[in-house]
């Protein structure tokens, strides 16, 4: 969400230094300049301002709406917030940025913040049915936000520019900025360690700097990274005294003896760890981690993990899985909704949504299970957003009937 079409070119934002977005932005300040946001088919419209310095892009009076859902530019209103399984209060937007709360500290010291459930109603096209939203987002919920701001959720076949997906990250986690902390200049990104990647040079240099100033500030840090399944073997042998991230991360940040987060981390995630573990997908993980007050060290004090395909599509069984695979087989064009913090059953949005079958999208439902409650959910869910999307199709795969895809889609093909 980071491309802007400027007097007629298109300029991606997450490839530009600061410096070069300045030489871009400063001639057109107070120029009626024509600017626009390429996070939806919408073209919003933007002008340049001018603060602390920098030169930033701002939406127009009345364009909010026009936005993605996760544009910084855009309108997260309480029902977007609350489909993503959010109150207001742990998902909002504020002057062009994103502010989120997280269900833990980022100061180092600070107070694990209480967390409060509420109900919202969903309007469906046949009656309101009852969610449950959260005051608080967890460091999962973050990983998708962060996801579906650098656009990894979609999988488009005619995109030539394969970018690099890491670079995407850092630009996902500029002006995202935790609740209340005026002190990050960049927002997130400012205590944000991205992997060692060949796209970027210098990234164990940026590493380092920000240990060092999260160091200095009492501040956590958050780190992603991609773990193999070696490499998730290894983090979870407590049989090794120490361990660190220095390959993948190129700084130490390390866990030592059975740390407290492993218990948690095995047991909230043990079928992704499991399926990993059996079949070799690659898990992306994002943590949290203390700095020492000896550099260059900083300990590992919470960690959640999101399995993606070998293409960073994220899932969330393996039916999923394999329906991902074969879209991307057959070369579609698809999004896979995120589920955020709603529960899988819980959610509002389809599990998969083709974009190549114009004039309209198709959603696609996967039904892993037949217990009552689980399809109740989901005939819930088919209601609400085929009420709030009028030109929506339709297409689904009973699984738990059904495993073998492929004579399932013998019988019943993909739309085209
Ligand atoms: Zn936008």
Sequence with gaps: ?????????????????????????????????????????????????HRAGNYHLAKTAGSAGLHAQLCKHGALTAVRAASMGYAS????????????????????????????????????????????????????????????????????????????????????????????????????????????????ANQQARNFAKLNGARNTGSMLLFVAQFSPKDIADLLNTSQNKY????????????????PFLTNLASSFQNEINRSQNFGDPLIAIGIAKPDSKLPYAQISSMALMPVTGHHIPFDSS????????????????????????????????????????????????????????LARKAEKIDIYTAASTNIGYWDWNASQSPNLHAWLASKPLPR
């Design 89 to 200: 209060s742990a998902l909002s937007n504020l002057n062009d940025e994103i502010v989120f709360s997280l269900d833990r500290p980022l100061k180092i010291g600070g107070e694990n913040p209480s967390v409060v459930s509420s109900n919202v109603n969903f309007q469906g096209a046949s009656k309101a049915y009852v969610r449950t939203v959260s005051s608080r987002m967890t460091l999962l919920g973050l990983l998708h936000v962060l996801w579906e701001r650098a656009r990894l959720h979609e999988h488009n076949p005619n995109n030539l520019l394969q970018q690099p997906i890491w670079p995407k990250l850092r630009a996902a986690a500029h002006d995202l900025r935790p609740k209340g902390r005026t002190d990050l200049a960049f927002g997130l990104s400012d205590i944000f360690l991205l992997p060692l990647h060949s796209q970027t």
């Design 319 to 374: 039916f999923e899985k394999d329906l991902a695979d074969e879209l991307i087989n057959q070369k579609r064009h698809f999004l896979k909704p995120l589920r955020f913090d709603t529960k899988q059953d819980l959610q509002v949005h389809p599990d998969f949504i083709l974009l190549d079958v114009p004039p309209i999208d198709i959603a696609i439902e996967v039904y892993g299970m037949n217990t009552p409650s689980y």
């Design 244 to 259: 660190s991230m220095k390959s993948l991360l190129g700084v130490e940040i390390t866990r030592y003896g059975n740390a």
């Design 1 to 49: 969400m980071t491309i802007y079409k400027i007097q007629g070119n298109i300029h991606d934002f997450s490839v530009l230094k600061p410096l070069e977005i300045n030489n871009l932005l400063s001639p057109l300040l107070q120029q009626a300049a024509q600017i626009s946001c390429e996070c939806s088919s919408k073209s919003a419209p933007l002008f340049v301002t």
